[in-house]
């Protein structure tokens, strides 16, 4: 079962790891398999990368100097529940994103939850499901292209 924590653990982390290093397609390729629920009950996209990969284009500010949206995605707390079949598992974690560009000292951004299914398939574990929900906002002026936070999620969900 250490296996398994870990290979789920993984999974979060290289989300965050893609994510801030602006790999928006290997980001997105951990959902292939996936519903992706975005914040506010927007649109469900499932089994679809590139639809992901055009959803993040199209909100999140890459800076041409790094490629990288310059965020910090820090995820902590997971609550990992297994199955007993060992086939399936639930987490629970919170997310803080940090953002610090040239002229904006960094500070937290946007915080919440992730709340994630998996399935293993085979010896390999994989999201079924992932649903961000956005608590907490700071100042999004230099992480968004569009506008993003309470108002637009209450109008969305």
């Known amino acids: 079962m250490t296996d398994d924590i870990y290979a789920i653990q993984k999974l979060l982390y290289l989300y965050c790891d893609r994510l801030d290093s602006g790999d928006f397609?290997?980001?997105?390729?951990?959902?292939r398999h996936a519903r992706f629920v975005t914040p506010g009950g927007g649109p469900a996209v499932v089994n679809d990368p590139a639809a992901i990969?055009?959803?993040?284009?199209?909100y999140t500010r890459l800076y041409s100097h790094t490629g990288t949206p310059g965020t910090k995605h820090m995820v902590g707390n997971p609550i990992i529940d297994i199955a007993p079949d060992?086939?399936?598992?639930?987490?629970r974690s919170y997310i803080v994103v940090f953002q610090g560009v040239?002229?904006?000292?960094?500070?937290?951004?946007?915080?919440?939850?992730?709340?994630d299914r998996f399935e293993k398939v085979g010896e390999a574990w994989r999201y079924s499901e992932r649903e961000i929900v956005?608590?907490?906002?700071g100042n999004l002026s230099r992480?968004?292209?569009?506008?993003?936070?309470?108002?637009?999620?209450?109008k969305a969900g």
Request: aromatic share 10%; proline share 6%; net charge negative.
């Open 134 to 137: 956005s608590e907490h906002f």
């Open 53 to 58: 990969v055009a959803m993040y284009e199209s």
């Open 86 to 91: 060992g086939r399936s598992a639930t987490c």
């Open 143 to 154: 992480h968004m292209l569009q506008p993003f936070g309470p108002e637009t999620i209450n």
């Open 25 to 31: 397609a290997g980001m997105a390729e951990l959902f």
């Open 102 to 115: 040239e002229d904006f000292a960094l500070q937290p951004v946007v915080a919440g939850r992730n709340l």
